[in-house]
C-alpha cells in the first residue's frame, strides 16, 4: 500500500520518465519494474531477520529453557566455577556464551543500586572473561 508520500513520488518519477523518453508506455513499464525489485527487496530483508530471528534468538531461548544447574558462578572473590556451555548452537552462531547474556541481563536489573552495581560488574565481568576462555578452548578442540 502506497503513503501519500510514495505516492507523490511515484508520480513525479512518472512524469520525468515520460518527459524523457516521450512515451507513457515506457514510463509505466520502468515504473512496474522498479516496483518488483523494491517488493523483492523487501522480501529477502523480511527473510533475513526471519533467520536471524530463528537462529540467534531462538537459539539463546533454547538453551535458557532448559539451562538448570548448568551455569557458571562466583564462589568469592577470588573463586569461580566455571562450566561450559551445555548447548553450544548460541555460541556457534554469535561467538558469545548465552551466560554471558544472563550476566549482562542481571546487572540491568541491578542497575537501580549503584554501589551493588559496581561490585557485580567487577566480578561479573573476571566470570565472563574466565567462560570465553573455556568456550574458546572448548571450540579448539
Known sequence: MDTPREKYKK???????????????????????????????????????????????????EVSNNNYNKFSYILNDKNYVIKKDHITKFYNITGISYQIIELIQELIKRSHDKDRLLHDDKMYSKLANKIMIEMNQKCKQ
Open 11 to 61: 508520480k513525479k518519477i512518472q512524469k520525468i520518465l515520460i518527459s524523457y523518453y516521450n512515451n507513457v508506455d515506457i514510463a509505466s513499464n520502468i515504473i512496474k519494474c522498479l516496483e518488483d525489485m523494491e517488493m523483492v527487496n523487501r522480501k529477502k530483508t523480511l527473510e533475513y531477520y526471519v533467520d536471524r530471528w530463528d537462529n540467534i534468538a531462538g537459539s539463546f531461548f
